[in-house]
């Protein structure tokens, strides 16, 4: 399972059985504020879709140092370790939203549609690097 996590928002994606390609799932809303984190949402596509591992994009700045967004991102990795006591790799990010971004507007998607699906693109992103890396 790969999560692009957002302020508002967390994009899933998961890779096929053989782990070679990965798909887009769905957004999660989440509410920092309210420390609504979508975990119990996670926990039922962690259940569904047996899954074993899980890959979480982490935002770096571009000289490689973690800001206040990748910290977010560690705190909910470590958080996703102790809820599911699954192994939970952070992937660096950078990069995978603009990325994104492109690959939508190169398909001709509305704005509207893209701001639906681009933390799921991000994710879907992020999980296939991961999987890349692994060959």
Do not use: C, H
């Amino acid at each position: 399972m790969g999560l692009d996590v957002g302020s508002k928002t967390v994009g899933v994606a998961l890779s096929d059985a053989l782990g070679w390609t990965a798909q887009g799932l769905e957004t999660i809303k989440i509410n920092e504020e309210k420390n609504e984190f979508g975990f119990e949402q996670i926990g039922k596509i962690i259940k569904e879709n047996e899954v074993s591992k899980i890959v979480v994009g982490l935002p770096k700045n571009m000289n490689g140092t973690i800001g206040p967004r990748g910290e977010a991102s560690q705190n909910f990795a470590a958080e996703l370790e102790s809820q599911f006591g699954l192994p939970v790799i952070l992937w660096d990010e950078r990069l995978t939203t603009m990325a994104a971004e492109r690959v939508l507007l190169e398909a001709d998607v509305s704005r509207q549609k893209r701001k639906k699906v681009i933390d799921k693109m991000a994710a879907v992103m992020i999980l296939q690097g991961y999987l890349n890396s692994q060959i």
